[in-house]
């Protein structure tokens, strides 16, 4: 059974960083591709970054240059490693993965597995 579990929000000041994990379980990790997603209150579920099987990384404009994704295949553990924070980025945030061939920044529809979210706030 496939299990991601986030962990690593809280609350930061603008400017201030965070970085989040995402320990993944029952499944050959390095073979999938995965991404973090973001939820705000009243808005739709949307990309932040996506990472496939060989390591090569894709970026939502609104993140570039300030967010980091990578992954451990020995820890099999996904990380992202957000800088200059801004309030803007207060949401929920959520690891996914799947095994199909990836296709860059996907939709939240293209991914079968997702961990339960953690949270961050940034305050200005």
């Known amino acids: 059974q496939v299990q991601l579990v986030e962990s690593g929000g809280g609350s930061v000041q603008a400017g201030g960083s965070l970085r989040l994990s995402c320990a993944a379980s029952?499944?050959?990790?390095?073979?999938?591709?995965m991404a973090w997603f973001r939820q705000a209150p009243g808005k739709e579920r949307e990309a932040v970054a996506a990472?496939?099987?060989?390591?090569?990384?894709v970026y939502a404009d609104s993140v570039k240059g300030r967010f980091t994704i990578s992954k451990d295949n020995a820890k099999n553990t996904l990380y992202l490693q957000m800088n200059s924070l801004k309030p803007e980025d207060t949401a929920m945030y959520y690891c996914?993965?799947?095994?199909?061939?990836?296709?860059?920044?996907?939709?939240?529809?293209?991914?079968?597995?997702w961990g339960q979210g953690t949270q961050v706030t940034v305050s200005s």
């Open positions: 990472i496939n099987e060989r390591g090569s990384t």
């Open positions: 029952g499944y050959t990790y390095s073979h999938y591709s």
């Open positions: 996914a993965a799947d095994g199909k061939l990836w296709v860059g920044l996907a939709p939240p529809s293209w991914y079968k597995y």
